[in-house]
Every structure is written in C-alpha cells, then in structure tokens.
Nanobody
Framework: QVQLVESGGGLVQPGGSLRLSCIVS????????MGWYRQAPGKQRELVAR???????NYGDSVKGRFTISRDNAKKVVNLQMNSLKPEDTAVYYC????????????WGQGTQVTVSS
C-alpha cells in the first residue's frame, strides 16, 4: 500500500532554513500531485505547497517566497525547502498525495515536527 515517510524536521532559529523530504513507496508516484500540509497545536490544518505531476506548483500565502516544493519522480521523493523561517512556521508538517484530479488528499504521512524558536 501507499506509504509516505517524512524526514528533516527539527529545531531551527528564526531566519534559518530547513529541508524536508518525503519518500513515497508502494504505489505509482509520477502521475499524482504531491504536497505538504502543516498543523500547529490548536489550529486548522493548512496547505503549505502543492506540486503537480508536471511540476506546476502553488503555495499557501504565508509561505510564498520563502518555501520551495520540488519532486524527483525517478526517486519518488518530494522535498520542501524552507527558508527565512518564522516562529509561526512551527508545526507538524505532513507529506500528502492528492487524489487524481482533486483537491482532496488521498494519503498522509505521519508528519515531522518543525520548531522555529530562539
């Protein structure tokens, strides 16, 4: 079955950078849109970024200009480069696979914690 495994989370100071990775196994990868959501304690889950099978991307307003999503279809990997991190970026970040032709998420990873603090 489909498995999404995130890595790269951790503690970083404001203004710092972090790179998250998601390894996808157990299914076809290249035809699906992939993305990242995040959820902070007590807050709604928020779309961070989405990347289509054809490499088109979109981003949540709060991360535009700071985060970059990318994918390597040969390696079945999705990355999220996070720069100029702010305390409000603190959250659990989830790798997701979207359903075909849909805004709905079909599969979620277990999440990786990102904490931005001095």
């Amino acid at each position: 079955q489909v498995q999404l495994v995130e890595s790269g989370g951790g503690l970083v100071q404001p203004g710092g950078s972090l790179r998250l990775s998601c390894i996808v196994s157990g299914s076809i990868f290249s035809i699906y849109d992939m993305g990242w959501y995040r959820q902070a304690p007590g807050k709604q889950r928020e779309l961070v970024a989405r990347i289509a099978s054809g490499q088109l991307t979109n981003y949540g307003d709060s991360v535009k200009g700071r985060f970059t999503i990318s994918r390597d279809n040969a390696k079945k990997v999705v990355n999220l480069q996070m720069n100029s991190l702010k305390p409000e970026d603190t959250a659990v970040y989830y790798c997701v696979r979207f359903r075909l032709g849909s805004t709905e998420v079909g599969y979620w990873g277990q999440g990786t914690q990102v904490t931005v603090s001095s």
